[in-house]
């Protein structure tokens, strides 16, 4: 029997890594799409919509949805951008900061369930193969 391919070994992990992150951010009224969103601005806080759009793997149309919503709610807000008075940078808030707080325990349990059976060491490994495998076909486009 042929082994499967690496791409469907990774597709079927980010299916059921976002299926399970869904479920563990559902109570806070959030989907997977938006609580990456968060995290990135929690690392980079001010982007455009643009480029969290890049950085949360989504389209631009998406995003803008996705924004609202986030607006709406009181995670993000947004604010002209000093150097570039058209473009709107979209900031954390910190009921956003508030509500990534409550998930750092469950999603940091999430990941250990997932490099559960491999040691140290290979999750560690692991991790750098990840990194490198992305930033082989990041650097292509």
Known sequence: MERPSLLYLVKQLEL?????????????GITALQYTALTVLERHDGLSAAQLARDSFVT?????????ALESRGLIHRERNPANRRELLIHLTDEGRGLLAQYVKPVRELEEEMTGRLTEAQAAGFRHALIDSWQALASIS
């Open 16 to 28: 059921v890594v976002r299926a399970r992150l869904d479920e563990i951010v559902r109570t806070g």
């Open 60 to 68: 631009a149309q998406t995003m803008a949805d996705m924004v609202r």
